[in-house]
């Protein structure tokens, strides 16, 4: 066997060595020719490298580039910088990347605007033998709600001459609405910001625990319907006059002791009375009073049945991961509003009706709460608000504009007279209220549909079908425009001084 010098030697390749300057050859016989023949090339035929060559462009830029579309996990990219391809293949493969890459934009516009704008559905439950309803609150609006019997102690207490003009003019404050503001009388002997308290002291007398039962939420509340009695409403503390005054913007805590209906113990009715004639209205016991909702009458000496229809929707708890543009509801806790410390959709309508009022008679009225630098309305702006009703939406629901969104979970109830009886024969001056209550058959939940789960699964099999990508091929977008390009930039730079310092020398 022929001895191999000590310099041949040391350029021969082991077994395991599968590389040569680099370059990755076929075998091991080509690469010892290589290594004895001390050549720095490979042979004509003999693959240098792995996957597709690509071209040698001239720039930086150009190299880096190839380096990206060549080491790229996305399909089709190294396609582009491949050698030696006719002008028809480059022009199909741009053409069909450009394809592939609107058409994932466009799928992913519409995965978009579904999760944005359609992320939620309302699904209905119909085992009605496991609901749970929550009983109303009942808000009740002596008409006219002034005690005659008060008026001269609290005049005396305020400082008011008893007047007949004195009495006209709270007589009619007492019970005013949209509808007669333009009916006020002139009267300017009582500061307008005193008007309110004067009207809780001449408030007509209604006993408590109006339902006949320990209701720890039982207030009296001012409304855009006068001063009201609310019973089981856990926000009737926010319109209260008390809360107000002493500047109150606390979160009041919700109790344990919400009144659910049960089917079995509590019968399909309620009962009431009142010592005069009212209105009153059932409501959602997280809700307040406000204009537009429907009221019922009751009659002195006259017994009135009512059947009251219950509809619900609730909100899934996964529909809170959602912005409130999603969802297109909002939780109390969302808040936003300037007058109330927690959010209704009946305290937004108030609020942004208190605000068209500001705009054009330039007060608040008295029934609304107290802000810094704005006046109470006096009469004669009682009067400017009565002409513009038109502008207040009364009977419809509040302007875009006013960004009132519905609650996530409500509850409605609906109120029909069922039956009248007098009670002539019987020596009473009481109103008297039944509620026959029609328990809903079905109730309604707005549930999550398309979260940002499924829009990136929608968006990764598009990206997928069409390019071939991954997560991983994005992270590699990621690191070839930022840490990647510093390191090449740093490279070419420390190349370039070389090349300087070669030519110099």
């Not at 001390?38 to 240098?48: Q, R, T, Y």
């Not at 500061?191 to 720890?216: A, F, G, H, V």
């Not at 510093?486 to 370039?496: D, E, G, L, N």
Request: some cysteine; proline content about 6%; glycine content about 4%.
């Amino acid at each position: 066997m022929p001895k191999i010098s000590a310099n041949v030697a040391k350029l021969m390749p082991k077994k395991s060595d599968y590389f040569y300057d680099n370059e990755i050859l076929s075998d091991f016989q080509t690469r010892q020719k290589a290594a004895l023949k001390e050549i720095k090339s490979v042979p004509a035929g003999v693959p240098d490298h792995v996957g597709m060559q690509t071209i040698s462009p001239k720039t930086n830029v150009g190299k880096y580039l190839v380096e990206f579309a060549s080491a790229s996990s996305i399909h089709g990219l190294n396609h582009l910088v491949a050698p030696h391809r006719h002008p028809v293949e480059k022009f199909l493969a741009v053409l069909f990347i450009l394809v592939a890459l609107l058409a994932l934009i466009f799928l992913s516009s519409l995965f978009w605007d579904r999760y944005q704008n359609n992320a939620t559905v309302i699904v209905v439950n119909n085992d009605r033998d496991r609901f749970k309803i929550v009983k109303p609150a009942i808000f009740v609006c002596p008409i006219p709600n002034i005690e005659h019997s008060k008026i001269s102690s609290t005049f005396e207490k305020h400082g008011i001459e008893h007047t007949p003009e004195a009495e006209q003019f709270f007589t009619f404050l007492a019970n005013v609405d949209y509808q007669n503001m333009s009916n006020t009388p002139l009267f300017d002997k009582v500061p307008s910001s005193k008007w309110l308290e004067i009207l809780y002291d001449l408030r007509k007398n209604i006993p408590p625990q109006l339902l006949k039962e320990n209701d720890p939420y039982e207030t009296w509340v001012a409304t855009e319907k006068g001063v009201c009695l609310a019973a089981r409403s856990v926000f009737a503390i926010y319109a209260n006059h008390e809360y107000w005054t002493t500047n109150n913007w606390t979160v009041i805590p919700i109790r344990d002791n919400i009144r659910y209906y049960d089917r079995n113990n509590d019968g399909s009715q309620e009962n009431f009375a009142v010592d005069s004639y009212a209105q009153f209205a059932a409501s959602d016991p997280f809700e307040v009073l406000s204009y537009d909702v429907p009221m019922a009458e009751v009659h002195v000496q006259i017994m009135k049945r009512f059947i009251m229809s219950i509809s619900e929707i609730k909100t899934q708890a996964k529909v809170r991961e959602l912005t409130i543009h999603q969802r297109k509801c909002k939780f109390h806790s969302d808040n936003g509003l300037e007058l109330w410390p927690v959010y209704t959709r009946n305290m937004c309508a108030i609020e942004c009706r208190m605000q068209v009022i500001k705009d054009h008679c330039k007060c608040r009225p008295h029934f609304s709460r107290p802000t810094d630098g704005v006046d109470v309305c006096n009469a004669e702006q009682l009067r400017c608000i009565g002409s513009i009703t038109k502008n207040l939406f009364l009977d419809a629901n509040p302007p875009p504009s006013c960004g009132c969104l519905p609650n996530c979970d409500v509850v409605k109830y609906q109120i029909r007279i069922h039956e009248t009886t007098p009670l002539y024969d019987v020596p009473t001056r009481t109103s008297y209220g039944q509620l026959l209550i029609e328990f809903p058959q079905v109730i309604y939940y707005r549930s999550l549909l398309y979260g940002f789960t499924e829009f990136l699964i929608g968006v990764g099999g598009a990206a997928g079908l069409f390019l071939g990508a991954s997560v991983l091929s994005f992270i590699e977008i990621f690191y070839y425009v930022t840490l990647r390009i510093c390191f090449y930039i740093k490279q070419a730079r420390q190349k370039s001084k070389k090349k300087i310092v070669i030519h110099n020398t």
